[in-house]
RNA sequence: GUCCCCAUCGUCUAGAGGCCUAGGACACCUCCCUUUCACGGAGGCGACCGGGGUUCGAAUCCCCGUGGGGACGCCA
């Protein structure tokens, strides 16, 4: 039988690491066993549901690159999918019409916990043999129940918890349409997962306790039951739940935040399932060695450390055309792109070093997209406000040695090696150590005093642009 | 309250009764490299929640505690 797996997000909100995580978990096990993964929306909460919250998600999973081979499905668009089914169960007693009100629920759940018992709804319409129903009162339109079974034990192996067992009488008659008709969720699930051929249903862990009541309506359905595996939580980066008020972001924020999505998945993929030691690898390896056997069961606190060196692994990876296009991307986006242009009054458009070879030399040490775009700014504009200690750098000790070097500077050929060669030199002449002449040259150049080795920020600054800024300073 | 789930370094985890003197990774510390900050390299610190069993032998199996989490909606 082939692997149909499903990524099934209500559209109340974007989507955040934790169903991420879940979607990347579903999609990989349809890859690794050749299935199909499928996007289903569960839109049947008109109230919270937005067009808005859907696109987060179409957003989301498209930055991913997570694409699904089925779908997007809209439960809103499967109305009569339902109804039918609903008809179905009703003519065949395996649900019925309860004309409770929901003020009458809550008193009843109230005095239930109240005693400390289990809320629970307490049957009044269920149509047992033998059982006498209450009069059908006026004006008032039923929801329709689930006739679950009132003994036995669901059981089902859970492919990362193992086996659970739950009591049916530990379970009600749960409502599978509303008032007004519409099905509700634990109810779609079951249609859908049944007509979609979902063979393993990948999801949170929350949704443990509605296994057992979405397995007896299958079971009443004739329907085989998938198998499921529950995915443990999240815990923020300070182990605890996230929340919307409480560090819930959606994945968009980490593009935001200067991650490249192949550090976000690594990290991800690595948050609840392992493979030996294996601690980097791309999706391509994930989808071969993924498997539900090595899934913890248990929680797993976010570290933002973490992906940080994933993030920086993932930076020095990139291709440059790739990375040159996020990082033109982000400039522009924070009004930047102007700053290489505008530059130093010396400098000449034709002559700045081309944004890849900037790149190249300082991805070394970034382990983040908008740091690192930052550091471009101050190598192309090298603004004159966020130039610190320059006195300190240079001082009147060194200024003689700055302007011959600077000298030596216009008549050599243009290269790293000989640049190097020529600082060597005046160190030696002036009797210095190495950093006297290097510091001062970086903050001149760079407008900071960490960079890349000094030799090779001028190698690419041009010979031009390089003696300009000196000069700019000596003068 | 009731039911369900979970429990190895600070964090993510390896671990399927002897391979465990508990391994790897992030973080942290030290040293090396060095032209600053990083990168990189070499070391170091650091954990089986507690108690009972079972067994020749338990991180691993069982029971009981304890702690944490989840679920109990005409939400999904």
């Not at 987060?56 to 699904?68: K, N, V």
């Not at 059982?131 to 492919?159: C, H, M, T």
């Not at 601690?279 to 994930?286: K, L």
């Not at 040490?365 to 740091?371: C, F, I, K, Y």
Request: proline share 4%.
């Amino acid at each position: 039988m082939t692997v149909r797996t499903r990524f099934a997000p209500s559209p109340t909100g974007f989507l955040h690491i934790g169903g991420a995580r879940t979607a990347l978990f579903s999609w990989a096990y349809a890859k690794r066993n050749q299935g199909q993964f499928i996007l289903r929306i569960e839109d049947t909460d008109v109230e919270r549901s937005t067009p808005e919250a859907v696109q987060a998600i179409l957003d989301g999973m498209h930055w991913l690159g997570l694409s699904y081979d089925e779908g997007p499905f809209y439960q809103m668009q499967r109305m009569e999918t339902y109804k039918k089914v609903l008809k179905t169960m009703l003519d065949a007693g395996t649900a019925y019409h309860c004309y409770s009100s929901k003020e009458e629920l809550d008193t009843l759940r109230e005095t239930q916990m109240q005693q400390g018992a289990k809320p629970r709804y307490d049957g009044k319409w269920r149509p047992d043999s033998g059982k006498i129903l209450p009069e059908v009162p006026q004006n008032i339109s039923p929801v329709v129940r689930f006739k679950n079974p009132q003994s036995g034990l669901v059981a089902w192996d859970d492919l990362v918890k193992g086996r659970i067992e739950i009591a049916n009488a530990e379970l009600d008659d749960l409502i599978i349409a509303r008032a007004d008709g519409t099905p509700t969720y634990n109810f779609c699930v079951v249609v859908d997962d049944f007509e979609m051929g979902i063979t393993q249903v990948i999801r949170g862990d929350d949704h443990v306790n509605n296994t057992p009541r979405q397995i007896n309506m299958l079971v009443a359905l004739g329907a085989t039951i998938p198998q499921y595996a529950h995915l443990s939580m999240i815990l923020g980066d300070d182990g605890q739940k996230l929340s919307k008020r409480h560090g819930a972001v959606s994945v968009m924020q980490y593009h935001e935040d200067g991650y490249l999505k192949e550090a976000v998945l690594n990290y991800l993929a690595r948050l609840g399932w392992s493979h030996g030691d294996a601690e980097i690898f791309n999706m391509q390896q994930f989808c071969e060695w993924f498997d539900l056997d090595h899934i913890t069961p248990s929680a797993a606190q976010f570290n933002t450390e973490k992906l940080n060196w994933l993030n920086a692994h993932y930076i020095k990876e990139a291709n440059l055309e790739v990375l040159a296009d996020d990082i033109s991307a982000r400039l522009q986006s924070n009004g930047l792109q102007a700053n290489i242009y505008a530059g130093h009054g010396a400098s000449n458009l034709t002559a700045v070093p081309d944004l890849k070879s900037v790149l190249n030399l300082y991805r070394e040490r970034a382990n983040n997209l908008n740091q690192l775009a930052k550091d471009v700014v101050y190598f192309y504009a090298r603004p004159q406000a966020n130039i610190v200690d320059i006195e300190k750098h240079i001082t009147p000790e060194v200024k003689p040695a700055l302007q011959k070097l600077s000298q030596q500077l216009a008549v050599i050929n243009w290269s790293a090696e000989a640049i190097h060669h020529e600082i060597n030199a005046i160190v030696t002449e002036f009797g210095f150590k190495f950093p006297k002449v290097a510091m001062p040259l970086r903050v001149m150049l760079t407008g900071t005093a960490q960079s890349p080795s000094i030799d090779q920020v001028m190698a690419i600054l041009g010979q031009k642009e390089t003696l300009a800024r000196i000069e700019s300073f000596l003068s």
